[in-house]
């Protein structure tokens, strides 16, 4: 049974840094491309940032490049998402994906695996 399970969110200060983490289990995670995505109430779920199974590769959210980083251990099998530099407008619950078919994860609709969220709140 694959399972996803994101860390790491919490309450924050704009301007402050924060983790997330992404265990995998029952999958290779090295077979996988890996993204992160972002949902905030009424809204429909959008891209945050993507990296290909080697982690060579890796494409970002124009509202978020310069902040984030998107980086994985196969070995451990997990994604992590380095946030730094937070404004209010991230706050959102925060979701990792796993895909098996593309070189990076940016449709939603190409997920074949999910977590359950994390959820990021900033504080103005």
């Known amino acids: 049974q694959v399972q996803l399970v994101e860390s790491g969110g919490g309450l924050v200060q704009a301007g402050e840094s924060l983790r997330l983490s992404c265990a995998a289990s029952g999958l290779t995670l090295s077979r996988f491309a890996m993204g992160w995505f972002r949902q905030t109430p009424g809204k429909e779920r959008e891209f945050v940032a993507t990296t290909s199974r080697s982690g060579a590769s890796t494409l970002y959210a124009d509202s978020v490049k310069g902040r984030f980083t998107i980086s994985r251990e196969n070995d451990k099998n997990t994604v992590y998402l380095q946030m730094n530099s937070l404004k209010p407008e991230y706050t959102a619950v925060y979701y990792c994906?796993?895909?098996?078919?593309?070189?990076?994860?940016?449709?939603?609709?190409?997920?074949?695996?999910w977590g359950q969220g994390t959820q990021v709140t900033v504080s103005s």
């Open positions: 994906a796993a895909d098996a078919a593309t070189v990076l994860l940016v449709r939603k609709s190409d997920a074949d695996f």
